[in-house]
């Protein structure tokens, strides 16, 4: 079966920009968030807090909250690597955080300078810092379904991973097919990993790129499977500095175009959101990828 309802977790502000080699002003950074919330969507990740020199589009993190207007009906997740990262949040009254680790070797190295072992070292005082201070936390684990230096990844490394962060005291953990090679079949079989390791579906997330195409049929996988929480980026912008041949994001119209179809709610205002879409791709000077928004737009 299907759930009734199924929280979209956006990442378009952070993951769908972070990418972006001009810099998008921190106004239209604003403006971006605000038009995703008016356009129904509750929880928005909306930046990181990370090494300038490392994500440069996201050097104005700080600024971008503080242009927020907060409301207890919404959530702003930012990207928090370590200690010094949670600093920066915490002054700027960050409520929520998502620390990032990678199944493989080769992703934690160039992703975060740090071994695998280093990286959840780095990440262990973050969480249990951010705990105490009553953040909410949420891991990301990436490279789930296959590496672009390692080639395939074992479903065992991810598991092991994922539970060394749920161990940490980390609420939610979403499952990045960073590349975007999975397909439904694998999907299923690694949340039944998880789900076998104790990391039930009311924790997991899934979050998919559409590099081959597969992204929606492996959120349909997932929903089948029991997850209710799938990450999306508007228009389906994005991809990762550090991970080669990652492309776009699944796009939020695309699943919220499959889901009211299944009768599944959401909460957005699709027409809202491709018109958001649309005026982002305006910004940075090119068409959505997104399918949905392509085919929504007038003429
Ligand atoms: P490092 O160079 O090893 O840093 O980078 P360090 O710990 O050696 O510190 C060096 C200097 O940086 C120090 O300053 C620190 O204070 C400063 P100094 O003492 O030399 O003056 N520093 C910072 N400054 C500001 N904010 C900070 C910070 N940390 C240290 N947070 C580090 C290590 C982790 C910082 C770096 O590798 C980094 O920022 N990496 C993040 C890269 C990134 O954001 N990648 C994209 C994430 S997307 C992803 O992972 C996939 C995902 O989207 C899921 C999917 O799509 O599948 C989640
Ligand atoms: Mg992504």
């Known amino acids: 079966g299907l759930p009734e309802r199924v929280t979209i977790y956006e990442v378009g502000p952070r993951d ?41 589009q996201l050097a104005d993190a700080g600024e971008l909250l503080d242009a927020l207007s907060r409301s207890p009906h919404l959530r702003y997740p930012v990207l928090v690597p370590n200690e010094r990262g949670l600093d920066r949040a915490l002054d700027h009254g960050v409520a929520e955080i998502a620390v990032f680790a990678s199944a493989t ?27 105490a201070e009553g953040l909410w936390v949420r891991a990301y684990v990436s490279m789930v379904c296959g590496d672009p230096w390692e080639g395939d990844v074992p ?14 005291g980390c609420s939610q953990l979403s499952l990045g097919d ?45 929903l089948r499977a029991g997850v209710t929480t799938v990450d999306a980026s508007a228009g389906g912008i994005g991809g990762c500095p550090y991970a080669e041949s990652a492309t776009g994001n699944l796009a939020t119209e695309d699943l919220v175009w499959m889901l009211d179809g299944l009768g599944v709610e959401t909460g957005v205002d699709l027409a809202k959101l491709a018109a958001t879409s649309r005026w982002m791709a305006g910004r940075l000077g090119r068409p959505s990828p997104s399918r949905v928004v392509q085919a929504l737009s007038p003429g």
């Open 16 to 56: 769908g920009l972070q990418n972006e080699k001009a810099i998008v002003p921190v106004a239209d950074k604003a403006e971006f968030v605000v038009r995703l919330a008016d356009a129904g969507l509750r929880t928005i990740e909306t930046t990181s807090f990370v090494h300038p020199r490392w994500v440069p």
């Open 105 to 131: 070797e080769s992703f934690a190295r160039r992703n975060l300078n740090r071994t695998l072992d280093e990286s959840l070292a780095m990440f262990a005082p973050v969480v249990e810092r951010a705990r």
């Open 155 to 168: 479903i065992e490394q991810v598991v092991s991973v994922a539970t060394r962060m749920m161990d940490m």
């Open 178 to 222: 960073t590349i975007g090679v999975g397909t439904p079949g694998q999907v299923t079989a690694l949340i039944e990993a998880m789900v076998a390791a104790g990391v039930g579906t009311g924790r997991l997330a899934v979050h998919f790129h559409d590099t081959y195409g597969q992204a929606l049929a492996n959120t349909l996988a997932a």
